[in-house]
């Protein structure tokens, strides 16, 4: 393996990942499952398939091979392999899947991982076969003479490439450089991985093509070529570029991996200016890691800055309970996860390099929170993103991994981005498991393992019973003679529900959640490092909803299991402990437990699947805050759990601020709320009593106080007492609850709540006497009595106000506001005939939200956001561009059907 030394770079990491092949998942790993998988598909398949497409463009014999098929299909049959001179125009040129040739360089990737982590001879043997075959075509193609330089290698002419210098858009073009980079990272990876000289001379004359093509260019123009959507996408050509500079030691690749520098990305992103709302997310994310390569190799600390500064402007405000981040493959606002919830979150890719650039900025800051988040995301979004099914053809692997209500994992995904860096996501689960520094090893993800730490001298054995327990062991397996001190950090994460002790014979090292335990001793072979970690129930609110969170048992995230398309209800704050954890019939561990050994777990009459799971089941990421009656550990009061004038009830009052430091505390709090919610004329005295009895009565987890229970109680009801009479109560209340977004999509049912509690000393809980008047007013209108329940129908923003008044005279008022939009947005195309081709335009009118987006999809493309005009080549048969639009209460038209004539008619 050629792995690039510390002394080749200017500012090198402060901790390395060791290196390929020296950490290997254990037999017992939960990674395991879906890393044999994967293997499975890199032994059978065939390295023909991959090079079909490459070896038909450059005019070669394709051995009657077939490609893989979606976006890795041959050309269209007309379509030639066009120089950057002789590309006869978008009115003539008919072409087809154009973003060909990326699978093949992610498959030649794992190839070289799989290899390199399993020492598989096999595997091997398939890298050399892909890249021979590549060489193959680089040679056929500049034998041509008809491109700009003889390291040019792609599955299509080079016309793509200066049509993008032409700014041409999406439709025309797709994404050439994403291309590329696809096929330079997959040699330039069997070169580092498996040592293969010949892919590097490979990816060294395309890098010398590359800057042929980009140099001539001013800034400008480039800056606007990766401005545009899709078509200026480039993944990580500056990563692979800075990559190769320094295994090169040529100066020039790194000039060139500046060439692919986004300066509006850069600059906000080191001043810490948030411009993230409504770009493509996986079209910037991996140019962040290019700008990490460029700080290694440079020393240049704005490009530092600037990573660590739009990563925080993703995790957590734009980040979704496993990991993913975007709606529709778009970042929404800032600080918003319930609000951008719709039907196509999470693209898969987005996660894939969001762990990679968490795992880089670990390296280089040792921050916890970076690797906190690589172990929850591989654990949650890539692990759950492999479906349990072993494949000879497909990766079996998600593009969109969503978050609503009653989704399903779209599996799958031969020849999208997703099925490509899908094929790496599974057999890299080895990676970012230990890092090294000079005289420590920092262990950032438990799971069974065989570490071989080389520079330490040291042979480990990691065994863990994660994710089903928490006991976990770390055997020194071998010691080299003559070893002198060395460090070993556990990282203890952040869901352990409490400080944790590791035990190394006689001595006790400790540690807390967000940290590493580490030890540091001379180590001898035979030498166990044990610790236990201590789970719970934790449920992890939306950043922007408090009353929508996701539900995990220890490290595991959980899919409530319903065929519903709204938002479950379920009981949080009834069952909290006085930490701010939950308590159930059982306790975390046999949870984890009945998960692993089940597939699923009964809580609270709800049944959950682990996210890791790779079932087909519809699921719910996230449930809603529901809790009916006022309980505390599961112990109920008899009192219902009353909505109040802000929205909020007792016990999301609470439990707002979190878990409590003491019982006294807490009490202190039950009292506080429950007089504040007799002020609003929520509780009679009875049920005052019976909430105070039940918060004493129920075993929240902190020690017993019969001189506090006492106390407690004499001070509430004197206070309570105090109050007097109170006014009666109202509250406007709908059916259901409208859409993420916060519109009603469905015209709401509206109904009153009136209680009269009024009497300070009532013990007959609510007043059965009915209100003296009681009247709702809607907008500008006259107070109407209020005769039952109501449909609010009128489209638009609308105040409902209610005020009713008892004996006394004494008044209660509420108000609601509503906007109401039950209607799909219109949504109809433009074409305007180009010789050979087409141009399409898109548009949508919603009169009452507005439109938020317009998708559309055609053959050989994908489900893709609309941005400006875009050409379509005609071929010899009919096509359908299908596209639908949707608006920003959550409404999605139905997919309208665009047929495109053949080339004849």
Known sequence: MNAVPDRALVAPPAARELPVGSVRLGPDSVFRRAETQMLHLARVYPVDRLLAVFRRNAGLDTLGARPPGTWEDFGHPNEEAWGPGDYPGRERAQTANLLRGHYAGHFLSMLSLASATQR????????EETVAGLGEVQAALAATGRYSHPGFLAAYGEWQFSRLEAFASYGEIWAPYYTCHKIMAGLLD?????????????VTGMAHWVHGRLAPLDEEQRQSMWALYIAGEFGGMNETLARLGVVTSEPLFLETARFFDQRNLLEAGAEGRDILTGMHANQHLPQLLGYLRDFEATGDRARLDAVVGLWDQIVPGRTYAHGGSGENELWGPPNTVAGDIGHRNAETCVS??????ARALFAHTLDPKYAEYAEATAHDHILGSRRDVESDTSPEVTYMFPVHPGALREYDNVGTCCGGTGLENHVGYAKGIAFESEQALWITRTTSSEIDWERGGLGLRLASDLPAGGATVLIVERAEEGVPERTIGLRLPEWAAATAVARVGSEEYHGVPGAFIEITRRWAAGDRVEVDYAFAVRCEPTVDDPDLAALRVGPNLLLARSEATTALGFPF???????GTLRFDRDAKEIA??????????IAGVEFEPVWSGTDSRYHMYVRRHDAEIAFAGVPSGVPNRVRPDGSTFLSTLWGGGGFASRGAMLARVAETALAVRREGLLSRDEFERVLDAALDADLGGPADAHARADFRVEALAEFDRIGRVPPFVAIETETDGAASGWFTAVPLVSLQVLDLAAAGDSEGEDARAPEACEVRIDAGAWQPYTGPFHLADQGLHVVRARVRDAAGLEGHASREFAIDTEAPEAHASVKRLGSSVEITLHAEDAVSGVESIQWQGPGTFWA????????ALTEEEQVIEFAASDRAGNESARRRLVLPSVRD
């Open 573 to 579: 704050d009834a069952h909290r402990a006085l930490d």
């Open 352 to 357: 894939y390099n969001m762990l990679k650039i």
């Open 593 to 602: 437990a009945e998960l692993a050994e089940r597939g699923s777990a009964r």
């Open 190 to 202: 069997a070169y580092e991985l498996v040592g293969n000289a010949q892919a590097l001379e490979l």
């Open 865 to 872: 956001t609309f941005q400006e005009a875009f050409v379509r």
């Open 120 to 127: 598989d001879e096999e595997l091997r043997a398939k890298v």
